[in-house]
C-alpha cells in the first residue's frame, strides 16, 4: 500500500486564538505562539508594545517586544510571536504577551498600505473593501452578525423551528414588491452553432423573499425558518437598501392571531441583543455613535412588552400632529417614513407593533380581517429606522385567496400550487421578514446598510 | 395612547412540539394539545389509531381515539388534538397521545390528494415539490441537512472561525470553473425611455465559489467559514450536480501543510456524522438504502486517520489495474469518476485524500510545489460517490502568484485586489469547499442530489 494513515487526536484542531487564550488563565511556565496581523506600534526606550489581532475579538492582544525584536514591526504585515502569556503590569488590558521570539511572515510597507491609521472615509474603505475588513469596525460588525446568526439559531431550535433552505433562483417575484433581477440566458456549449436560450424552462429571477417557499414547509414540517440571500434590481440609493441583503424569514403552522406573530418577532429580537458576546464590539461601534440612540436599544432590550397600535390608531395619533409632516397623514395611504419614525421616535419612544393596515396597501396573500376593509398584519417600527420587521397572518381560505389573487390583478394559475397547500390540510399560518442589515445598523448605530454587510451590493457598483 | 401592551413571560414561548413532548416524562394529570397532519389512520372495532405529525420528528406521534371522534379523519388533514399523554401499551412507541378532543382544521379529500401512501415515483415527487416536503423521507432529509448545519456551526465555532456572509453576485468566476449565470440588464424606472442597462458597472454573474472571496476575510480575522449558496449553469444532468447548491467553504491564515487542512476537513465531516439527532432520519432514509454503503458511512465514522495517498501514488496504483477501466489513467490527466471510485471503493475502502495533483490540472491559485510540477491540492474521495471535497494551500508568494495568473492566461488587472492580500502582511493560507448535497447524499444513501435539497434546481426544469 503507498498511501499512510496520521495520528489525530486532539479535541481542539487549531492552536486557541486569541479570544481563546485570553480567556484562559495565563501560565507563565507555559511557551506558546500567536499569529495574526500588527494592528498597532508604540516604541518606548527599553520596551516596544504591539497590537496583534486575529480577529477572534476586539481588543487584540498587547504584545511586548524588546526592541531589536520589533524593529520590522509595521502597521499590517502578519506576525508569528512566542513567547508567554502574563498577567499584564499596564492599564488597558488584563493580559499580555511577553514576546520571545518574534517572526514576520508578511511583510507590509507602511509608506503604500492604503489601510493608514487615521480615520479613513467610509467611501475610501468601500472603494477598498478587500482591505476594510482589516478596520476595527467593520472586523466588529462582522463579529456581530456572528453572534446575531447565533442567537437566531439558538432561538428558534429552542421554539421547536427547522431551518431551512429555500431557492435563490425562483419563477415567481413573491408579491411583485420590487424590480427583480432576471438571469439571462445561457449559451450551449462551446462550439454549438445554437443561440442561448433560457436555461429553465421559463424566466429566472433572484428570489425577492422565501415566504411562499416558507409556506410549502410550514405544510410539511410546522415551523421553520431561514436566513437567506433576498436581492431587489432597486436603483434608488438610500441608507436603508442594498440590491444583496440577508433576509431572516419564519413561517409557522396553528397561529391565528396576529399577536402571537409579533410575540416571537419580540422575543427573537431580544434573544439577539441578549448575546453575551456582542459586548465588546457593541462597545466599539458605539463608541461614536449617537448616545440617545444607543439608549434607546439598551432600554428596547428591557421594555416589556413592546407598545402595539392599529394602522387606524397610528394614523389618528399622526393627524393629531399633521403640521409635523410633508406628507398628510391619510387612512388608506402607506405611512411614510417621516410617518413611521414619528410613531417609534416620538409617539411610543420605542420599538413599536403597527398592525392591521388597509388591504390595499398589502400584497394578496395576507389574511382578510372581519372588517372587510383591513388584514392581519404587521410592520415593527424602530426609533431612529423605520421598519425592520413585515408579518401577517396568511390567507388559508381558498375562496377568500382566490379573490384576492384576483383583486390584485394576478394570473391564478401562477398559484395553483401555492393554492394546493390550502386545498390540501391547509391550516392558519402566519410569519414574517427581518432585514438582516436593518437589524445590524440599528443594534450598533452603523448609519448605512452598506457598513453592515462585508462586501455590499448596490446600483452602479460592483467590486470584487 | 391608544395603544396597548400584552404580557409576555414563557422562556419557551410556543407549544410544545411532538419532539419536544416525546422528551419529557408523560403526566397523565395533564390535559394538552397537538397540532399537526394526519399521517397515517387505522381503524379497529372499538377504538382508531391515527399518525400526527408536526414535522419535528421522524415517527410522529400515534393518537388513540374513539372511533366516532376518528370518522373525520383523513390522510393529509391538519388536526388539533386534546388529550393526555401516556405510555403505550403497544408496541412500536413508548408513549401515545389518549384523544378526548378531535378538530380537523383543514380538510383534505383522499380521492385527489395527490401525496397518496402507495410509494410513489422520484419523478412524479419532483413534479410535486411543493407537496413531496410531506412525504416521511423527504422531511427526514430536511432535519438531517438541519443537523448537519448545526454541526458545521458548533465545529467551527470550537475552532475559533467567524461565520461570514460572502456575496452571491459576483464580478468574478472564481477559477472560471464551468459555466456560470449572468444577470439581466436592467430596465430603468417604468415610464422611462431608456433601455435597459448593466444594473452594476459591469457584468455580474452569480458566485460558484465563495473561496477568493473568503481569502480577503481570512486575510483579516483568520478563521472564515460560510455555508453559501453557489451556481453553475451546466446543461448535463448527473445525479452528482445542481444548478444550485450550498457549499460549504472555510479558508484559514497561517496553515502552510496540506496534511494539516485534511485534518480539518475530516475532524469536521466526522463531528457531523456523530450529532446525535441523526440516528432516527438515518434509519429511515437507510432502510430501503444499501447495506454495504451504510456500513461503508459507519466504517469511515470511526476510521482514524482517513487514508491519504499523492496523485502520483494514486495513477501508480491505478495503472497496477489499468485494464478495469475505460480511460486509461496517465500521469498529467485528471482522474476520471471511474478512477476516483477504484481508488475510494477498491484500493482504500474508504474516504481517501489524494494530494499534490499536477499543477496544469489545477486553478491559478494552488500553490505550487517545489518540485514544480505540482501543487499542494487535495481532493477527498468518498466510496460510491467519488469527489466530495476539494481544497488546497494557496499561492501566497506575489511573484509565483503573477507567474501562475499568467500561465492560466488571466488578466492580472481583474486579480489586483487578490495580489494585494500577498502585498500587504499575507500568510500562507489554505482553506476547502465541500458540496452540502453530496455530502448529504453520502450520508443517507439517497441517490441523486435532487432529493438531498428540499427545492431543486437544474436545467430544463423550474418549479415555484
Partial sequence: MLFCRFASTASRR?????????????????????TG?????????RVTFAAVSDGSCPDGLQAVLSPDDAHTLTNGCSVRLTGRLVQSQGKGQAKELQVDKC?????????????????????????????????????????????AVDAIH????????THVHTPIITGNDCEGAGETFRLSPVAHRAGSSLPPTEFFDRTAYLTVSSQLHLEAFAHAISRVYTLSPCFRAERSQTNRHLSEFWMLEAEWGFV????????????????????????????????????????????????????????????????????????????????????????ADQVVK???????????????????????????????????????????????RVDLLDKAIEHH??????????????????????????????????????????ECIPIPRWAGKLLL
Fill in 350 to 396: 420605542g420599538p413599536v407593533f403597527v398592525t392591521d393596515y388597509p388591504s390595499v396597501l398589502k400584497p394578496f396573500y395576507m389574511r382578510a380581517n372581519d372588517d372587510g376593509k383591513t388584514v392581519a398584519c404587521f410592520d415593527l417600527l424602530m426609533p431612529h429606522l423605520g421598519e425592520l420587521v413585515g408579518g401577517s397572518l396568511r390567507e388559508e
Fill in 103 to 147: 517572526e514576520v511572515i508578511g511583510t507590509c510597507d507602511p509608506e503604500i498600505y492604503p489601510i493608514q491609521k487615521q480615520v479613513l472615509s467610509t467611501e475610501y474603505l468601500r472603494d477598498h473593501v478587500h482591505l476594510r475588513l482589516r478596520v476595527d469596525s467593520i472586523a466588529s460588525m462582522l463579529r456581530v452578525r456572528q453572534c
Fill in 256 to 343: 391565528d392571531r396576529v399577536g402571537d406573530i409579533c410575540d416571537i418577532v419580540e422575543d427573537s429580537i431580544k434573544h439577539i441583543l441578549n448575546h453575551p458576546g456582542l459586548v465588546g464590539d457593541l462597545d466599539v461601534l458605539w463608541s461614536n455613535g449617537d448616545a440617545e440612540r444607543k439608549q434607546g436599544v439598551l432600554e428596547a432590550k428591557g421594555m416589556t412588552p413592546w407598545a402595539r397600535m392599529s394602522y387606524t390608531e397610528a394614523v389618528k395619533e399622526l393627524e393629531k400632529v399633521k403640521s409635523k409632516f410633508e406628507s398628510e397623514p391619510i387612512w388608506g395611504k402607506p405611512l411614510k417614513s417621516e410617518h413611521e419614525r414619528w410613531l
Fill in 409 to 450: 390583478g394576478l394570473n391564478k394559475r401562477d398559484y395553483s400550487w401555492y393554492r394546493d397547500l390550502r386545498m390540501y390540510g391547509g391550516a392558519p399560518h402566519g410569519g414574517y421578514g427581518l432585514g438582516f442589515e436593518r437589524l445590524i445598523g440599528w443594534m450598533t448605530g452603523i448609519e448605512n446598510v452598506r
Fill in 154 to 161: 439558538d432561538y428558534f431550535r429552542r421554539e421547536g423551528f
Fill in 14 to 34: 487549531l492552536r486557541p486564538t486569541i479570544s481563546q487564550l485570553l480567556a484562559q488563565e495565563p501560565d507563565p511556565q507555559v511557551i506558546l505562539s500567536v
Fill in 37 to 45: 496581523h500588527i494592528k498597532s506600534v508604540r516604541k518606548q526606550k
